[in-house]
C-alpha cells in the first residue's frame, strides 16, 4: 500500500515538472524563423526582420524603406543603426547596414 502511495506521488510529480516545462516552452512567441532573402515584398521583409518598414523615398514598387531595430524600450541598449532595403518592381533587391554592430 505505501509502495502504491509512494509510486503514484512520484509519477504525479514527474508529470507535474513535464506538463510545466512544456508551458514555459510555450508561453512566449516563438521567434521568427524567416531569414530575409532577395525576392521578398515589403510586407515578407517587415515580417522577417519583425519590424514596420518606413518609407524614404521612391516610386511605387520602387522605393526605399528603412527598418529600425525594436529595441523594446531598454535603455541600455546602444543599438541606432537602420536597415536600408531597396525594392525594385516590388521585390527585395538588396539592403544595406549591419544590425550586428553596436556602435558606443
Known sequence: MVRKLIFNTALALMLAIAGAA??????????????????????????ALGVPLNYIRG????????ALPNVKGMTL??????LYLQFRRGRLTGWKGDWGTIRP
Open 59 to 66: 516610386r511605387p514598387g520602387d522605393e526605399l524603406f528603412l
Open 77 to 82: 541598449s546602444f543599438r541606432s543603426d537602420g
Open 22 to 47: 512544456r508551458a514555459q516552452q510555450g508561453a512566449g512567441v516563438p521567434p521568427n524563423r524567416t531569414p530575409l532573402a532577395f525576392g521578398m515584398n515589403a510586407e515578407q521583409a517587415s515580417s
